[in-house]
């Protein structure tokens, strides 16, 4: 049967004005060298240079002299050059020092895509037929580094979404606290990206507490680093140890900032390259809590680490990395357990849909199991999971994204059994969406993508990107999509 894809006319595009505060990482010789320029300046020069920078750049971020300040306390950490370090400086030098090394960021410059939708935990003052919406995006901007943004919505009974007013002062977490590590969970999964000699092994297992923070596991590896003379594959393994520590970490925001406002930003070693397509699910516990959780993945510029974000209200976050079979690009989790288990779609041969279980959400160490391989013209090179499945009378509902000739991305559905998800039940035998004439330009051409969707209204809602550029969503009958999977 064919079926009524409505796209609607509402777009979400880049928008270069949206920047962040970073800092401005040099070179130590230089930073010294800048320090030196600075302080060189006479207190009148000081003076008109800070309240030049004030009327700029103060309208343009939140509290930017408490930035100027972190980023002075960062930059005074690096200096070598002892008198600088012994310096006793005044408020206005350790502004000025601070602004020097911040930089503007364009965090949506390039890109506004691979969009996400679920429902918001704040389900307040709406009409009848209203439902409350929150949609996460992959924002790219300089350098093609991403990033998660968000925007707050509502969705009407028509299936119009009407966005909230988006915040201009882009923020990053106020705080952000490292994770308390597991001796035996951490030592699993550098074994995983790490083959170490066993004596190596032997010395870590001993230097290490059962349970320890980044701040200790760096002493730990100071203290193996004085204490052993290491070889160029001990130096590396240190590396690679620091390198996975730095994955797990909590972020706060702060309450008065808008959700649109706030930016989940790459923190660690691990993301330094970008965090990437984030597929968001509102997960229901057995006791019936919901919670948020997003699989995402994290780019160092040489290697993936796939990730974990929770959340229960969008201001407090948890980031830990996916250990086990199913660490790879794509991986999408169910909204509840089955069966008394996760369970996650997953790629693990860069081609092929397939599902995994695990007693709990870290480690995936059990088999993976094979739902669909390439069969029709459209997706010959390879398949792909966008998002997490849906549950529907019927089955689960899965869209899926596939890559044909021209490397064309269309979306297809597939249906899961309810109670064994490993069996498809259901298949469209034709794309349900593909790129038309307007949305086939862009960054990457010929593509459609989504990294989540949702039911309102006997509607299936689906937010998708054009392209890797820009973003827009469309709608279908859910009972229509339903009886045509059934029906194949």
Known sequence: MSLQVVRKNIFFKPDSKRVLARYFNLSVERTTKIVHRILKSSRQQKTDMLNQLLRNFSKRHRSVLDIWERNFKRTEARLLDQELRDRE????ERLLIGAYFTMEYSVEAAAFFNPSIVESPDQTQLRDGEKRIILSFRATGEGHVSSIVFRSAIIDRHLNIHVDEVGKLLEKPKQVKSHRYQKTD???KLLQI????????????AKLADS??????RQ?????????????????????????ASSHYEMT??????LSERVIFPISDTEKNGIEDARFVRFVSERGRPIYYATYTAYDGLTILPKLLSTKDFVNFKVQPINGKIANKGAALFPRKIQGKYA??????????YIAFSGDLINWHQEVTLLKEPEFPWEYVQLGNCGSPIETAKGWLVLTHSVGPMREYTLGAILLDLEDPTKIVGKLNEPLLYPNTDEREGYVPNVVYSCG???????????YAMSDHASTYATLCLDDLLDALTDC
């Open 194 to 205: 790490h083959d170490p000699e066993k004596d190596m092994l032997d010395l870590i297992l």
């Open 220 to 244: 730990y590896v100071t203290e193996i680093q004085l204490e052993n003379k290491l070889d160029i594959e001990g130096q590396t393994l240190m590396t690679h140890i620091l390198w996975l």
């Open 186 to 188: 951490f030592i699993d």
């Open 212 to 217: 320890f923070t980044y701040e200790e596991l």
């Open 453 to 463: 969707q949702l039911i309102h209204n006997g509607h299936l809602v689906i937010p």
């Open 344 to 353: 996650m779609l997953c790629r693990v041969d860069g081609e092929s849909n």
């Open 89 to 92: 400086y005044s408020q206005q």
């Open 253 to 258: 925001y702060s309450l008065d900032t808008s």
